[in-house]
């Protein structure tokens, strides 16, 4: 999760929805591959860095190509992803 204003960062995504529910003002959308969930609380991505990067599975990244994927995510969401809490990574 990092923090960003949903309303700025919904712009960004494809086929974005809101909803208004238990959890509050919420917004869902896509990044190439990945589901982007916008709240009050924060941003939650959810996507294979690879076939972000990539276009493919197949291929896997080193540290350099994950860096490079997360900072394609940042520059096409203009959201500083280097500064999230990461809960998982497989």
């Known amino acids: 999760m990092v923090g960003g204003d949903p309303l700025t960062i919904a712009q960004y995504l494809n086929n974005a929805t809101e909803h208004i529910g238990e959890k509050g003002y919420t917004v869902t959308g896509k990044v190439g ?33 994950a860096k490079d994927a997360i900072n394609k995510l940042s520059d096409t969401l203009h959201l500083a992803i280097n500064g999230a809490k990461v809960t998982r990574v497989d």
């Open 33 to 65: 591959d990945y589901s982007v969930l916008l709240m009050d609380a924060g941003v939650s991505l959810k996507g294979s860095l690879p076939k972000y990067l990539c276009q493919s599975n197949i291929h896997t990244l080193n540290r350099a190509g």
